[in-house]
């Protein structure tokens, strides 16, 4: 992945790849010309349409929800505003994760680009700063129904560009008027429309899942290794993995995964020599089928947000060139929260059928001592890990129950189904953060009984991962502190990149 100065908002597609790329390289981000040019002629059209106060326009010279029939009078376009964002920064709970936050300045920036939402340049440009000096509003994780896209965090993500709510800057919290005060950056004064445009949109749900999947497509990774570790460990087959089983069952996932079996699994003298067993259990043999099924899942959420990201969510909608306003549903989250509630399930999964490796590398088969300890009895080894994996999948099980089923009433009946996307993607954080648990717990076992079938070797691959391992996680020769080993583990796994090539 090339190393990246600048990006140009409005110059491309997002992609999570592409933003994934954005935020390692720390990319300073500028406004393209072309989305100047696509802002302002919305914006000047705008300004002429709202001149004529006979014909109502929701948002710009109305109320909003159930006020939409409120005739707001010009004078007081820009109090409607502000008065929108004040009243809708109602965000609760616990604080959005510095990178979210990042993410939701650019992922609004690059919404309002696309010239269909009659903001200013210079609101654009704000957010933009905002993102390039690493200045952080303040905002909480609950409170958005994904229904009229995400108000409440949204309103306290852009509170301070009109002088209000808190921020983050350098490690130290700052008014929304000390920040502006700081850069000598004047208060944005919101004109018709603005407020609405920064609040309506799915920029926190959206936010949230591109996080996850980031997160999710590297453990899906570490998920594989440490399957196909864990298939060493306990003496497994390859047979399961052989590329004509998969051709005539051939979901795309199970393809990938057999292939990435074969590769991980080439030249290891463990595989290779000679078994008693005919078979092994469902959690080892039908690795590509669990494995490749959450690919599969992870593959399309990936194109769904893709579309989403790149999508105006706001609402109304502004064409300039048909001279129309339309207030229409984009700001629903319904696309989203479902795929978010299918990523959840797909990959808790993972974690559910890696808890079951672990547990039969404990069982004291295939030639590996109880528990993996050479004295078992004296030592209990291995067997509480496996009950600290068993009671995070069990939470995850909890949280992978859909959140989009739910849906209650707001805003006086106008918003009369709702989305519920934001806790569906809040939650994938939650799922993720067991997940590693999980994936440190697997890799401890499956690398303990590696070491117990010497001096046979493991592939190239594995070995690699196994010397690197254990520069910083030994062997257990007798009990120890497995909190600690733990912690260890998912430090190692933090900062060290699986490369299945």
């Not at 936050?101 to 919404?111: I, T």
């Not at 404990?362 to 496996?386: H, T």
């Not at 849906?407 to 934001?422: P, R, Y």
Request: charged fraction near 25%.
């Amino acid at each position: 992945m090339g190393r990246m100065e600048t990006y140009a908002i409005g110059s491309s597609l997002l992609t999570y790849d592409l933003i994934e790329k954005i935020l390692k390289s720390k990319a300073r981000l500028t406004l393209s010309d072309e989305a100047r040019q696509k802002i302002q002629k919305c914006r000047d059209y705008l300004d002429k349409k709202e001149e004529d106060l006979s014909k109502p326009i929701y948002g710009v010279t109305t109320g909003f929800g159930s006020l939409c029939d409120r005739t707001i009078s010009k004078d007081q376009l820009s109090t409607l505003q502000e008065n929108l964002v004040k009243s809708h920064s109602c965000s609760v709970g616990t604080p959005v994760a510095p990178i979210v936050v990042k993410l939701m300045l650019l992922l609004k920036a690059h919404a309002l680009s696309m010239g269909f939402s009659g903001v200013q340049v210079q609101t654009v440009e704000r957010i933009i700063d905002f993102y390039n000096y690493s200045i952080y509003p303040i905002v909480y994780d609950r409170g958005s129904l994904g229904a009229s896209g995400d108000l409440a965090p949204l309103a306290n993500l852009f509170l301070p560009l009109i002088g209000e709510g808190e921020v983050i800057y350098e490690g130290k919290k700052y008014t929304g008027k000390g920040i502006l005060d700081e850069f000598g950056w004047e208060p944005i004064k919101l004109q018709s429309k603005e407020g609405l445009a920064l609040l309506n949109g799915t920029q926190f749900m959206s936010s949230n899942g591109i996080k996850a999947l980031i997160d999710g497509w590297h453990l899906v990774n570490c998920f594989d290794m440490f399957g196909a570790m864990s298939l060493e460990a306990y003496d497994g087959r390859i047979e399961p993995f052989w590329n004509c089983i998969q051709q005539v069952r051939p979901h795309p996932g199970q393809i990938e995964t057999g292939d990435v079996f074969r590769r991980i699994l080439k030249d290891s003298e463990i595989i290779e020599h000679e078994k008693e067993h005919v078979q092994d259990p469902y959690s080892f043999r039908c690795i590509p089928q669990v494995h490749g099924a959450v690919k599969d899942a992870m593959h399309h959420v990936t194109e769904v947000l893709h579309i989403e990201i790149n999508s105006v969510t706001d609402n109304p909608t502004v064409f300039p060139d048909d001279d129309l306003v339309v207030s229409g549903g984009n700001f629903h989250g319904e696309p989203i929260a479902l795929v978010f509630d299918y990523m959840g399930v797909a990959l808790h999964e993972l974690g559910n059928i890696s808890e079951r490796r672990v547990a039969q590398l404990i069982d004291g088969k295939r030639g590996l001592p109880e528990f993996l300890v050479a004295k078992p009895g004296l030592n209990s080894g291995f067997m509480i890990p496996q009950y600290a994996a068993a009671s995070v999948v069990s939470q995850n099980k909890m949280y992978a129950w859909p959140a989009s089923c739910d849906s209650i009433v707001s805003s006086n009946g106008q918003e009369d189904l709702v989305s519920m996307g934001a806790n569906s993607a809040t939650k994938l954080h939650k799922i993720v953060d067991n997940l590693k648990i999980i994936a440190a717990i697997e890799l401890m076992n499956a690398a303990q009984g590696i070491d117990f079938r010497r001096p046979l070797k493991s592939s190239p691959m594995i070995e690699k991962v196994m010397a690197d391992y254990r520069k910083v996680v030994p062997f257990v020769e007798d009990d120890v502190v497995m909190q600690e080993y733990i912690a260890k583990t998912m430090d190692f796994l933090e900062h060290y990149e699986i490369v299945i090539e």
